[in-house]
């Protein structure tokens, strides 16, 4: 089976604001089977345009992955990140 991938492309515009969605987010995320990839870091754009920080969390299927992105808890906190940073989130089947 195909795995599932949550895609966050983001820009942080209130970096101390952000950390308490990083801190609330990460046990959320792990607890339904995700596996952080990448997590910002250095990063260079070779085409086109996107936002600063880029994350990709694994889980064992697409459905998880919406399961996770979907899931009620996530999105309570999901609205820190709304409210601190720009982003562009996906849910995408792997390869």
Do not use: C, W
Not at 18 to 46: C, Q
Not at 76 to 94: C, H, N, P, Y
Request: zero cysteines.
């Amino acid at each position: 089976m195909p795995k599932g991938y949550i895609i966050g492309h983001i820009t942080v515009n209130d970096p101390e604001a952000y950390k308490e969605y990083v801190e609330k987010d990460t046990p959320i995320l792990l607890g339904l089977g995700g596996r952080f990839i990448v997590r910002g870091g250095p990063s260079e754009t070779m085409e086109g345009e996107t936002l600063n920080r880029h994350v990709v969390i694994e889980f064992p299927s697409y459905e998880a992955a919406r399961a996770a992105y979907d899931d009620p808890e996530y999105q309570k906190v999901a609205e820190i990140r709304r409210r601190t940073a720009d982003s562009v989130i996906l849910v995408v089947e792997g390869a």
